[in-house]
């Protein structure tokens, strides 16, 4: 069964700082891997998906990779801003080509201005 | 855009009541999903559907049911509800064989 950690659960860091989120998986035999950001008592946004056939995927500031032989994903943020403030998760199929997800329990980022 | 709607933010209900909690997906999306998240115990799968009247159950089915009649509403139902379903609910849904999933924005729902 596919297991997710998300190491840190919390993070701090001052504005302008370039940062690094960790997303480890048991299972290497996925198809892709999604990353979502989560504001306080709001749902999940989509902010990239990477499929397996890829190893990195970009959008603005975010650059996600994934690096199926080891088990990693990572999320970079750079330039980092107060309203990156959230809640960051990243998800993955919980076996081979499931449609259904497995979640990590997400790192709570605060940007200090 | 994909836009996965929920019909209540915020909901409180009382012991024993039962409870519906609705969601709907304007993208003609085949596989909807509801998951309940709980400080410390992150996003569980409750139930899945992946067509009209078919569902699968997913981590954390008990006390629980779902209905799905057309294509763009999925129903979560509480058969009677206790106070440890207290909890933030919310809806997903995706295309067929693929994974990408879009969010509804939550339910948050209160047993008291």
């Known amino acids: 069964k596919q297991e997710v950690t998300q190491i840190p659960a919390a993070l701090s860091v001052p504005e302008g700082e370039n940062l690094v989120l960790n997303c480890s998986f048991t299972?290497?035999?996925?198809?892709?891997l999604q990353w979502f950001r989560q504001d306080p008592g709001k749902g999940l946004t989509s902010l990239l998906l990477i499929q397996s056939s890829q190893r990195e995927q970009t959008s603005g500031r975010l650059n996600a990779s994934l690096d199926k032989s080891s088990g990693r994903s990572t999320l970079y943020i750079a330039a980092s801003q107060p309203g990156d403030s959230a809640t960051y998760l990243c998800?993955?199929?919980?076996?081979?080509?499931?449609?259904?997800?497995?979640f990590g329990k997400g790192t709570k980022l605060t940007v200090n201005p | 855009d994909v836009k996965v709607t929920q019909s209540s933010r915020y909901l409180v209900k009382r012991t024993g009541e039962k409870v519906f909690l609705e969601c709907v997906q304007d993208m003609d999306h085949e596989n909807m999903f509801w998951y309940r998240q709980d400080p410390g115990l992150g996003l569980r799968l409750i139930y899945f559907s992946y067509d009209v009247k078919m569902k699968e159950k997913g981590d954390i089915p008990e006390g629980y049911s779902v209905s799905r009649e057309k294509k763009e509403r999925f129903s979560l139902i509480l058969e009677s509800a206790s106070t440890n379903q207290t909890s933030m609910y919310l809806c997903?849904?995706?295309?067929?064989?693929?994974?990408?999933?879009?969010f509804g924005q939550g339910t948050r729902l209160t047993v008291v």
């Open positions: 299972d290497s035999a996925i198809y892709n």
């Open positions: 998800a993955l199929p919980t076996q081979g080509g499931s449609e259904k997800l497995v």
């Open positions: 997903a849904s995706s295309l067929r064989g693929q994974i990408e999933a879009f």
